[in-house]
């Protein structure tokens, strides 16, 4: 008798249990959707991936991924956000001179907007390679720069391309013009080359030591310029490319660009690294944004930049002092 009861008891809290986890399926409330939906109702989302940020002076335009552009007016930032059919994902954006925008999306395309960002027209890359960075010319004219040292330029609005290459199997990553006619590309394995011709003709290819993968350059002039990299890494050169200098830095975090603000020049990266340089030092500015990466800045104003990356970062950083105070947009 004693095992058959053991045995019902042990059937019996079998039972229980079952009966519990039936209790608590059945009292489980009902999924609340109305947080979702209000995320989804916002113009800036958590799970907004932004990649490039650009004005004409009048109007703001920011691209990310899966068919993500925000616009606002300069003057009031207050964004309006267009999902784009087909979802494609934006890599970068500019805007010309005659204040229309163009942007680079990861399947060949270049999109040409009105000077609101309104409207946005595609046109196919005619390249097999990846294009990942795109600069509209002091004279209209589109280029990009990708895969095995490519270069695509076009003067009529994307209608037709002049393809040209370096012939080095490496990627650029950037594409800067100082005039109409001198342009500078870098990127993988230190690969950099200049034209001064509007892209007739191209400098042979000088390396940057120790196959330096450019993330991002700026160039001040035909000599003076630096070049961003992983690890936190900046390089100077004042020579043209020739010779290059490491500059102290206070991060080890990717950095993947610059902009020069007021006779400043700052570096941005991943982790919400924002640096200033200081002689030939780059300091680290305060930055209360969540540890994302900043992928793009804006000069606002004198002493204002626009910062945006990942997780919906679009915000603003003001620059007057080196005690920096952050706002919130």
Known sequence: MASITKKNNVNYRCLSVLMLGSLLVGCEASLNLEGVAQEMDKPIRRTDQFQGVASNGSTIVAVGSDGLIVTSAVDDLTWNRKDIEGSP?????????DNTFVALSIDKRV???????????????????????????PTNDIWTVGSFSTVLHSSNKG???????????????????????????SGEFGVLSKT???????????YIPNDFYVQSAFFKSITEGWVAGLSGKIL??????????????????????????????FAYGDHSTILELSGERWQS?????????????????????????????????????????????
């Not at 994902?89 to 001179?97: G, H, Q």
């Not at 037709?160 to 006619?181: C, G, H, K, V």
């Open 159 to 185: 209608k037709s391309w002049t393809e040209s290459t370096l012939n080095e199997d490496a990627l650029l990553t950037s594409i800067q013009f100082l005039d109409a006619q001198t342009v500078l590309v």
């Open 89 to 97: 994902s934006f890599v970068d954006v500019d805007s010309c001179s």
């Open 196 to 206: 001064t011709d509007g892209g007739i003709t191209w400098s042979a290819p000088e």
């Open 111 to 137: 999109w040409i907007s009105d000077s609101q960002g309104e409207h946005w027209l595609p046109t196919e890359l005619p390249t097999p390679e990846d294009m990942i960075d795109v600069s509209c010319s």
């Open 285 to 329: 500015i305060p930055n209360a944004q969540s540890p994302v990466y900043i992928r793009a800045a804006l000069q606002l104003t004198k002493n204002t930049l626009l910062m945006t990356g990942g997780s919906g970062a679009l915000y603003t950083l003001d620059v007057p002092l080196r005690d920096m105070k952050i706002s919130q947009q």
């Open 236 to 265: 100077y050169t004042n020579d043209g490319g020739l010779t290059w200098n490491t500059q102290v830095t206070s991060t080890e975090s990717p950095l993947y660009g610059f902009i020069e603000s007021n006779n400043r020049i």
